[in-house]
């Protein structure tokens, strides 16, 4: 998902604003899992929307009159097609279904806002990415994630460049060239007659072909993509391919043998430097703030800065919500679990952060830069304590 919708989201007026989120499959028999769970949060939506004085009855109406009309719609392409995660933001007026690239936790939220917390990890990366293998004889595609690789099948992927484009012996030749000569792919498939510049027109086209596939299978993700494949095909790969996250460094080799883990192992370790750049820079930044009374891991402090516009940079530690309120002294209570006065603290924070501005970041446990609280802030001025 890309960062502006939140934005969107942020920016939508209503009185009642409801958020479902819920994990799908996307292969296999358990397709047909997608719509039974779905059903059943539109249940746990009706019933949300029957407490007293959360809305009127044509607005609770209107409400499930959308989500139902989405639950009814076949052809809709987040049944067909369905992605990894599926978020979905209705008011009275308006719904907006968003296909997310990564397991969502089951959850129905109604309030006067829209429920945005599992959304934060899409603004700067959430561990997720996509690896293609390409080999003569395998094309293999996978999900990815810190935790490891999942194949995936798109039926419309070539299944190998041998079999598309009868390359066997051009590899050959392309190979013995390449060890005679080095590495310059420029030097690859010029001066050599003919010959290779055909053979780069043919991979060229193969690639294009599977383009339009890898799009489908991309579409509304910003997932970082990584390549894995004998170095002097990734550049051809690279012109061929749309895909803007493409990432410019790539494993090289050929991975036909290779197990799944190995594979995870080697693209793990291009992947990550992507993600823990911007990330790291956030956190370094919130230690210097400290010398210039810039930073606070309070939390009210924290709320009181989200509102005031105060917060250049938020940091959140990933898997921890705070339901709860703000009394009024101006004191936290911790209500523990969600109940009909109890908001997730750190939801508010990040919103109010978004809305002036600020930058928000989801942090995994092993790189938060505090102990035993659940976020800090690089502030824009100082935040005295109220009297």
């Known amino acids: 998902m890309e960062p502006q919708v939140i934005q969107t989201l942020l920016d939508d007026p209503s009185e009642i604003c409801v958020s479902i989120y819920m994990p799908m499959f996307r292969w296999g028999r358990e397709v047909q899992q997608n719509e039974i769970r779905f059903k059943n949060l539109l249940k746990d939506t009706a019933s949300l929307l029957s407490i007293d004085e959360v809305c009127d009855s044509d607005c609770r109406k209107a409400i499930l009159k959308r989500l139902e009309a989405f639950r009814d719609d076949e052809n809709h392409d987040a049944w067909r097609h369905p992605s990894a995660g599926l978020a979905l933001f209705a008011t009275p007026d308006s719904l907006e279904v968003h296909q997310i690239g990564c397991t969502m936790t ?48 798109p039926a419309e992927l070539p299944d190998n460049l041998k079999d598309a484009l009868n390359i066997d012996d051009y590899m ?37 072909r599977m383009d339009e596939p890898l799009q489908h299978f991309l579409e509304g993700r910003n997932d970082p993509l990584v390549f894995a494949g004998v170095e002097y095909l990734y550049p051809i790969f690279k012109e061929a391919i749309s895909y803007k996250h493409l990432l410019p460094d790539s494993l090289h080799g050929n991975f036909d043998n290779a197990s799944t883990d190995d594979l995870h192992s080697k693209a793990w370790q291009v992947v990550l430097p992507h993600f823990q750049q ?34 250049e940079t938020l940091l959140i530690r990933e898997d921890t919500a705070i339901w709860g309120h703000v009394d009024r002294d101006g004191h936290v209570q911790n ?46 001025f100082e935040i005295t304590s109220p009297i």
């Open 172 to 208: 050959t030749s392309i190979q013995h060239h390449s060890f005679a000569q080095g590495t310059d792919v420029e030097t690859m498939y010029h001066g050599q007659g003919g010959g290779e510049d055909d053979r780069k027109r043919d991979i060229l086209q193969f690639f294009h």
């Open 278 to 311: 911007e990330c790291e820079q956030a956190i370094s930044k919130y230690h210097d703030a400290h010398g210039q009374s810039l930073a606070t891991s309070d939390l009210e402090t924290i709320l009181r800065a989200s509102e005031m516009g105060a917060i």
């Open 106 to 153: 089951e959850q129905v939220h109604v309030g006067d806002r829209f429920y945005l917390r599992p959304l934060l990890p899409a603004l700067h990366g959430d561990g997720r990415f996509v690896l293609i293998a390409v080999s003569q004889n395998r094309v293999r595609l996978f999900d990815g994630s810190a935790d490891g690789l999942e194949e995936r099948v």
């Open 335 to 380: 209500d523990g679990v969600p109940n009909e006065v109890s908001h997730d603290l750190l939801d508010d924070a990040a919103v109010e952060t978004l809305k002036t501005g600020g930058d928000v970041f989801v942090v995994r446990e092993a790189d938060f830069p505090e102990k035993d609280c659940a976020a800090v802030a690089r502030l824009r």
